[in-house]
């Protein structure tokens, strides 16, 4: 089985020296990736900047910077794949305008417009096989659920893992996660503050057990 992963940050150059980026680590992507590996599954790991470095050799390792990088690798590898794992903290938006050179520091304020990026789950999604398996994941503030359930339909999603900054030990950073694993057909698995490499496997045991893999 092929699967598609992508993880950690998008960055979004302002100059040669400035981007807008977030606190991704992409340690949850590359658990992901190295348990998928483990059970067999061939992995196309899309990677934002990150410093980790993979171990099995049934990885593919491709390395972007931006999300528009981003985007056009997923599309390049998203048909051939039966399971596609989008854990990756991609920018929402990137500047208009990405100055060639560095920015200098002066009175006035510094405006900087920008413009949405391509969603590129939704982009996956609507053009998903009815045998190919989408997981994504929320991160949430506040409405946890509702936004992770929503962002589920909207992107048709086959599962979503929600987990949220409001627990401690869970989200960027850390070793540990702590989420909820919710499926179309609103079944829910709670798990505990675990090791992301736990959480992982759990995820993967989900994606195993769908009647069609």
Do not use: W
């Not at 950690?8 to 040669?16: C, H, K, Q």
């Not at 009815?130 to 359930?149: H, P, R």
């Not at 929503?150 to 960027?172: C, E, P």
Request: proline fraction near 2%; hydrophobic fraction near 40%; aromatic fraction near 8%.
């Amino acid at each position: 089985m092929k699967t598609l992963i992508t993880a950690g940050p998008t960055y979004e150059r302002i100059d040669p020296v400035r981007f807008i980026g977030n606190f991704s680590t992409g340690k949850m992507g590359f658990a992901l990736a190295e348990a998928c590996a483990e059970c067999g599954f061939e992995v196309v790991l899309i990677a934002g900047v990150v410093h980790l470095q993979t171990q099995h050799t049934n990885i593919q390792r491709i390395d972007v910077e931006s999300a528009a990088q981003m985007y056009d690798a997923v599309m390049k590898n998203f048909t051939d794949c039966d399971v596609a794992i989008f854990c990756a903290a991609v920018a929402d938006f990137t500047p208009e305008v990405v100055y060639s050179e560095k920015v200098k520091r002066k009175d006035n304020d510094l405006i900087i417009k920008l413009k949405p990026t391509q969603d590129i789950a939704a982009a996956a999604g609507k053009i998903k096989r009815k045998n190919q398996f989408i997981v994504g994941f929320a991160l949430e503030t506040n409405d946890e659920e509702s936004n992770a359930i929503s962002k589920m339909q909207r992107k048709n999603f086959d599962m979503i893992v929600l987990n949220s900054l409001n627990d401690k030990g869970a989200g960027f950073g850390y070793d540990t996660n702590k989420v909820t694993i919710i499926k179309k057909n609103g079944e829910k698995i709670f798990l505990p503050l675990l090791s992301k490499k736990e959480v992982a496997e759990k995820i993967i045991n989900e994606i195993k057990t769908i009647s069609y893999f």
